[in-house]
C-alpha cells in the first residue's frame, strides 16, 4: 500500500475521531453538566395538575341552624377524554335521556373551565330512574358515570337571603387577582352577603390529584393525591327564629299599608319595601336583618338566567338584590330626636326643666318668613319639656333646639355643632363595623358638607347661594329632615347605645368560625364599646316610655293592650317626609326598659306615620321574642297625631 | 506469533507450505472485537426497542413484543446474510462489482414506479408477501460501497478526471434516484461513503473543490426549485433556530432534548422513561431511539453505546489500513463513512449538535432493510480483514 493511501485513510482516520469526539461531548453537556434543567422541564412535560375544588363551608345561624349549606346532587358527568365516533354516540344517547339538547351537552363537554383531567358534569339532579339505567347500560354509555356533587344550597330560601348572600363563578378578572388563593376556573365564589364578606373561611383550600400524561395527554399514571381542605363553617349572630319572624312581621306590615289610605292623598300606601332591623344592645350582636322585597338565592346556584337577573336588578320591582337594612339610606324623621335631645342637653342649650310653649309653630326670625315651621298636623302641644317632648313629638320643642345651635354655630361657638358632633358620636355618616358588602354610611350634613357638595355647582350665583349653612338646614337636621340619610343598622345601633347607657358597639355578626370537625376554630368577641353622651338618661327614657304608654304617647295606639307593666318599652317613632312621596314611616323601640335585650326597628317607604305601619311591625316582633301570642298587623288611621 | 518456525537453507524464515496455508486461513482472522462490537449493539438495539414502545403497544391492546419480534428476525436475517457475505471470497465481489451494483440498483429504480409504496410522503418501500417491506435505498449502500471500490480499485496515483467523472456518475445516479423518493438521509449517507471513498481513492484537491461546488449547487436548487418538502425545509429551520418559540416546529427537538438531558449520568431505568415512553418523543423507536436510551439508560448507557459504535469504526478503519488491495481499503472506507456520518447525524440531531434529517441509527432503529444491510457491510469488512493473508 502506497503512502499516499495511508495518509489519506488517516485523514478520514482523523475527521471520524473528531465526529465521535463531538458526540461525546454533546452528550456529556446534556446528561451530566445541565442535568436539572432538562429534569425539570420533563417534569411539567408529563404531570398534570387536576385541582379538588374544596367543599364549601356552612353559614349558620347563632344556635347552628345552616342558612347555607351543600346538598348532594346526583349528577351525570362524561370522561372529557371520549372523543370522535365514541363521543357522538354517547352524547345523543343522554341527550335521549335526559331530555336535554345534544348542543347543551356538547356545550358543555367543550367548557374550557373544567380541566380536560376531569369528568365534565353534564346534568344534575338527574331522577334516580335515569341514573339507574346509565348504571344498568354501562356499554351503551362508556365514560358516563353517575356521581353525587356538593351543590349551594339554602334551605330556608328567601328567608334571611339579604344577610346570607349568593354565590357564583369566579370571573376571569377576580381569577386573576386570586390565584395565589387556591381559586380555579370554574370555582364558586361569594357574590354578596355573608357568603362574599366571610369568602376567605368558606372557601377552603383546593386539593389536588398529580396525574402522569403523555404526549397525547393521555393519563398513564396516578401520582399523588392532596385532599382538599374544606372550607370552615361561619356562624353568624342571627337567630333564625327572630329573622324569620322580623321578615314575616314586615311582609305582614307591607301588605297591611297596602290596604290602608293614606290621610294626605287619599290613596293607597304604596309601601315599596322596608327593613326591620334586630339588635341586642348588650354587645351589638345583630338577631335579624330583614329587607323586603327579597329574593332566593337557590336560583343563583348554577348561574342565574338573564332575565330572572334582569329582574331583580328592574327598578319597577324596587331592586330586591339590595338589603335595605344595611345598605337602605333614609331620612330618619322624628326618631332622630333621640340625637337632638342629646346634643341640646350635652351644650348646654337645655335641661330637663327647660320649656318651651308649643303654639304649633316655630319662628326663627319674625321678619323672616323662610325658616319658620310648624307641627306635623297643625297640632299645638303648649308649655312642654323635653321628656314630653319626645313622648308627643313635638317639633316645634326641637325646632327651637337645632335653631338655637345654628345661632352659636353663627357666632363661632363650637357647641353650635353639637348636632352633627353627637350624630357621629352615635354611629352616624359611617359603616357599622358589620363587615357586608355595599353597607351604606349615611351622611350627616353641615356647614363643611354643603361647601363640599356645591362645589361642582357651574352658576357662580347658585353655588354662594347653596353653600350656605343656613338656619333651616339645621332646624331641619334638629327632626330628622333635610339632608340626612341614615340606614336602619345605624339607627338601631344608635338606639342600642343609649339603651346600654352609652355604649356604642360596632354590629356584630360574625359569632364564631367553624372548623368542619365542628372544633371552634375562632370566636369574634363583640367589638369594643366607644363611650358617648348619655345626659340626663332619665329624662329622655320617660320621654321614650311614654310614647308607648302615655295615652298621648304617638305609638300608644298601636301598643294597646301590650303587657308593658311586665316588658316596659322605650321607643321612638318616625314619619320621614320624602319629596314627591308618601311618607316613610319609622319605629324602633328597645326592651325590657331596665335591662335592655334587644332593639327592634322597623323602616318601611311610603307606609304613612311610624306608628301607621312600623310600630306594629316592632310591637309583633318583640311578641316573638318574648314569646307572647303574636298580634294581626293592623294599619289603621292613626289616633293622635304621632309623627 | 506463537507458531513454530522452520529454518530455511538460506537461513530465511519459512513456511512450510501446509502450516502457511493453514496459518493463512481466513477464519484465524476474523475480528472477533468487530463481530462482538455489531452483535452487542445489535443485542442493546432490541432491549431499546422493547423498553421504549412496550407501554404504548400494550396501551393500544397491541402484542407488546410486536416491533421487537419484527426487528429480531431482521437480525437474524442479517447474521445469515453476514455470513453469506464473508464466505464468498471479497475479490470475487470485486471483479463482478458492476453485478452487484446493477442487481441492487434496479429496486432503487422500481420503488419510484408505482410499484413502491408511500408512508408519510415518501415512497421508500417495496411491499413484500406476508406483511413485509423492504427499503431498497437502504440496501443500495451496500451495492454503493461495492460498486465505487471495484470501479476505483484499478487506478494508480492521483485521480484523473475521467475517473472521477466515472466515480460520479455511478454515486450521483443512485444519489438521485433516492432523492426522488425523497429520503434526504440515505442520500447524505451515500454521499458521505462517495466523498470518503474519492478522498481515500486520491482525488485532486481541485476536482473536490469542483465537486463541492457542484454540490452546492445542487443543494440550492433543491431547495430552491422546492423538490423539498415543506416539513424537511422547516426542519433544516428549526436547527438554526433552537430555542425560538415556534413550538410546532423545534417541539421535536425540545422534546428529545429534553428526554435525553433527562437521563443525567445513570438514567431513569429501563422502562422508566417519561419522555419517551409517554410518546413526547415522536418516532421514538426509529430515528429517535437514541432519545431512549440517553432518558433511560442515562451518560453512562449512551457513553457505552457511543463507545460500541467506535469500537466498530475503529476496527473498519484497522481494516481499511491494513487491506491487502485498494477494493479493500476503499470498500472498508465507504463502511467507516457510513457508520460515521449516520451515527453523527443520527444522534447529533437528537442532541441539537445536527438539523434533524430521517436516518437510522445502524442496528438500533427500528427497520428490517437497515439491520440487513448494516450486518451486510460489517461481513464485507470481515470478509476483507479475514482474508488478508491470502
Redesign the interface.
Known amino acids: 500500500m502506497n503512502t499516499g493511501v495511508r495518509v489519506r485513510i488517516s485523514i478520514v482516520g482523523v475527521v471520524v475521531f473528531a465526529l465521535f469526539a463531538a458526540l461525546f461531548a454533546r452528550l456529556w453537556f446534556l446528561q451530566v453538566a445541565s442535568r436539572g434543567s432538562y429534569a425539570e422541564v420533563a417534569q411539567a412535560n408529563r404531570v398534570r395538575i387536576v385541582p379538588i375544588a374544596p367543599p364549601r363551608g356552612r353559614i349558620l345561624d347563632v344556635r347552628g341552624r345552616p342558612l347555607a349549606e351543600n346538598r348532594v346532587a346526583r349528577a351525570i358527568t362524561v370522561d372529557r377524554r371520549l372523543k370522535g365516533a365514541r363521543r357522538r354516540a354517547v352524547v345523543n344517547r343522554l341527550a335521549v335521556l335526559l331530555g336535554t339538547p345534544v348542543a347543551t351537552i356538547e356545550k358543555r363537554l367543550d367548557d374550557k373551565r373544567v380541566s380536560p383531567y376531569a369528568p365534565v358534569p353534564v346534568a344534575t339532579d338527574v331522577p334516580i330512574e335515569v341514573l339507574t339505567y346509565v348504571s344498568e347500560h354501562q356499554e351503551d354509555f362508556p365514560g358516563v358515570r353517575a356521581v353525587p356533587l356538593a351543590v349551594r344550597s339554602y334551605p330556608n330560601g328567601r328567608v334571611a337571603a339579604n344577610v346570607v348572600g349568593y354565590v357564583g363563578e369566579i370571573g376571569p378578572d377576580e381569577l386573576s387577582e386570586r390565584k395565589d388563593e387556591g381559586y380555579a376556573l370554574g370555582d364558586t365564589i361569594g357574590r354578596s352577603g355573608a357568603e362574599q364578606a366571610f369568602e376567605e373561611y368558606l372557601h377552603g383550600r383546593p386539593g389536588a390529584e398529580r396525574l402522569e400524561v403523555d404526549a397525547r395527554g393521555e393519563v398513564v399514571g396516578h401520582l399523588s393525591t392532596v385532599a382538599p381542605r374544606p372550607g370552615q363553617d361561619v356562624q353568624l349572630t342571627i337567630d333564625l327564629d327572630v329573622q324569620r319572624l322580623a321578615e314575616q312581621s314586615l311582609s305582614q306590615g307591607i301588605a297591611a299599608a297596602r290596604d290602608a289610605v293614606d290621610d294626605d292623598d287619599d290613596r293607597h300606601f304604596k309601601a315599596p319595601a322596608g327593613a326591620v332591623v334586630v339588635i341586642d344592645p348588650t354587645d351589638g350582636s345583630v338577631r335579624a336583618l330583614a329587607s323586603n322585597p327579597g329574593f332566593d338565592p337557590n336560583g343563583f346556584v348554577g348561574g342565574i338566567p338573564t332575565d330572572k337577573w334582569r329582574w331583580l336588578n328592574d327598578r319597577d320591582n324596587h331592586y330586591p338584590l339590595i338589603d335595605r337594612a344595611t345598605a337602605g339610606l333614609y331620612a330618619p324623621g322624628s326618631t332622630f330626636k333621640l340625637v337632638t335631645a342629646i346634643a341640646g342637653l350635652q351644650s348646654g342649650l337645655i335641661t330637663p326643666y327647660t320649656t318651651i310653649d308649643d303654639e304649633g309653630v316655630y319662628r326663627f326670625d319674625r321678619d323672616d318668613p323662610r325658616w319658620s315651621r310648624t307641627n306635623a298636623g297643625g297640632a299645638r302641644y303648649g308649655p312642654i319639656s323635653l321628656s314630653r317632648a319626645l313622648t308627643v313629638s313635638s317639633d316645634v320643642f326641637f325646632y327651637n333646639i337645632g335653631g338655637d345651635l345654628w345661632r352659636w354655630h353663627r357666632r363661632g361657638d363650637p357647641n353650635g355643632d353639637a348636632l352633627q358632633a353627637v350624630a357621629r358620636d352615635y354611629g352616624f355618616g359611617a359603616t357599622t363595623g358589620i363587615g357586608l358588602p355595599g353597607e351604606a354610611e349615611g351622611r350627616i350634613p353641615d356647614a363643611a358638607w354643603k361647601v363640599a357638595f356645591n362645589a361642582d355647582n357651574p352658576d357662580p350665583r347658585s353655588k354662594a347661594e347653596n353653600s350656605v349653612w343656613y338656619p333651616g338646614d339645621n332646624i331641619s337636621l334638629a327632626v330628622g329632615q333635610g339632608d340626612v340619610l341614615v340606614t336602619p343598622l345605624q339607627l338601631a345601633r344608635a338606639y342600642a347605645a343609649f339603651a346600654a347607657g352609652g355604649q356604642l358597639r360596632p354590629a356584630r355578626l360574625l359569632d364564631r368560625i367553624l372548623d368542619p370537625s365542628g372544633e371552634v376554630a375562632r370566636t369574634f368577641a363583640p367589638g369594643k364599646p366607644r363611650p358617648v353622651p348619655v345626659p340626663e338618661r332619665d329624662t329622655i327614657l320617660t320621654g321614650l316610655q311614654g310614647v308607648v304608654s302615655d295615652p298621648k304617647g304617638t305609638a300608644a295606639g298601636a301598643f294597646a293592650g301590650f303587657p308593658l307593666d311586665r316588658v316596659p318599652l322605650a321607643g321612638k317613632t318616625g314619619t320621614a317626609e320624602v319629596q314627591g312621596k308618601q311618607d316613610t314611616s319609622l319605629f324602633v323601640a328597645f326592651g325590657p326598659v331596665g335591662a335592655p335585650r334587644y332593639v327592634v326597628l322597623s323602616v318601611v317607604e311610603e307606609a304613612g306615620f311610624g306608628a301607621q305601619t312600623s310600630a306594629p311591625i316592632v310591637r309583633r316582633v318583640i311578641e316573638g321574642i318574648e314569646k307572647m301570642e303574636l298580634s294581626e298587623i293592623a294599619v289603621s288611621a292613626p289616633t293622635a297625631a304621632g309623627n | 506469533m506463537a507458531t513454530s518456525l522452520t529454518q530455511g537453507p538460506a537461513g530465511r524464515v519459512e513456511l512450510s507450505d501446509r502450516r502457511a496455508r493453514r496459518l493463512a486461513m481466513p477464519l484465524r482472522h476474523v475480528d472477533l472485537s468487530l463481530v462482538v462490537a455489531t452483535l452487542t449493539i445489535s443485542g442493546l438495539g432490541l432491549l431499546m426497542l422493547y423498553s421504549a414502545t412496550r407501554?404504548?403497544l400494550e396501551?393500544a391492546g397491541i402484542d407488546p413484543f410486536y416491533f421487537v419480534k419484527r426487528q429480531g428476525l431482521a437480525v437474524a436475517a442479517g447474521l445469515v446474510v453476514m455470513v453469506l457475505v464473508m464466505v464468498v471470497d471479497y475479490r470475487k465481489l470485486r471483479d463482478f462489482w458492476p453485478v452487484v451494483y446493477g442487481a441492487l440498483l434496479v429496486p432503487l429504480v422500481i420503488v419510484i414506479s408505482p410499484v413502491g409504496s408511500q408512508v408519510r410522503g415518501t415512497q421508500a418501500w417495496i411491499q413484500l408477501p406476508g406483511g413485509f417491506q423492504f427499503q431498497p435505498s437502504e440496501l443500495f449502500k451496500f451495492g454503493m460501497v461495492v460498486g465505487l471500490a471495484g470501479y476505483l480499485h484499478r487506478h494508480r496515483?492521483?485521480l484523473d478526471a475521467r475517473r472521477v467523472i466515472g466515480a460520479l456518475a455511478l454515486a450521483g445516479a443512485p444519489i438521485a434516484l433516492v432523492m426522488k423518493q425523497p429520503d434526504l438521509g440515505t442520500a447524505m449517507t451515500l454521499g458521505a461513503i462517495f466523498l470518503?471513498v474519492l478522498?481515500?481513492a486520491?482525488v485532486r484537491v481541485r476536482h473536490l473543490v469542483v465537486l463541492g461546488l457542484m454540490a452546492f449547487t445542487g443543494v440550492v436548487l433543491v431547495v430552491q426549485m422546492g423538490m423539498l418538502e415543506t416539513y424537511q425545509v422547516d426542519r433544516f429551520t428549526a436547527f438554526l433556530n433552537q430555542g425560538s418559540d415556534t413550538r410546532d416546529v423545534t417541539y421535536n427537538l425540545d422534546?428529545a432534548?429534553?428526554?435525553?438531558?433527562?437521563?443525567?449520568?445513570t438514567g431513569r431505568g429501563l422502562f422508566h422513561g417519561?419522555?419517551t415512553?409517554?410518546?413526547?418523543?415522536?418516532e421514538n423507536h426509529t430515528d429517535f431511539i437514541f432519545t431512549a436510551v440517553?432518558e433511560q439508560l442515562?451518560?453512562a448507557g449512551?457513553?457505552t453505546l457511543?463507545t460500541l459504535?467506535?469500537v466498530v469504526?475503529w476496527r473498519t478503519?484497522i481494516a481499511?489500513?491494513d487491506?491487502p488491495d485498494?477494493f479493500g481499503?476503499l470498500a472498508c472506507?465507504g463502511v467507516?463513512?457510513m457508520f460515521?456520518v449516520q451515527?453523527?447525524e443520527n444522534?447529533?440531531m437528537t442532541?441539537?449538535?445536527m438539523p434533524v434529517t430521517g436516518i437510522p441509527l445502524p442496528l438500533v432503529s427500528y427497520g428490517g432493510t437497515s439491520v440487513v444491510a448494516t450486518f451486510a457491510l460489517v461481513g464485507l469488512v470481515v470478509n476483507i480483514q479475514m482474508r488478508r493473508y491470502t
Not at chain 2, 257 to 265: E, F, Q, R, V, Y
Open positions: 407501554d404504548r396501551r496515483g492521483e470518503a478522498t481515500v486520491g422534546q432534548k429534553t428526554a435525553i438531558g433527562n437521563g443525567g449520568l417519561p419522555q415512553n409517554g410518546a413526547f418523543v415522536p440517553g442515562g451518560f449512551s457513553a457511543l459504535f467506535a469504526v478503519w481499511a489500513r487491506a485498494l481499503v472506507t467507516v463513512a460515521a451515527v453523527f444522534i447529533g442532541m441539537g449538535i
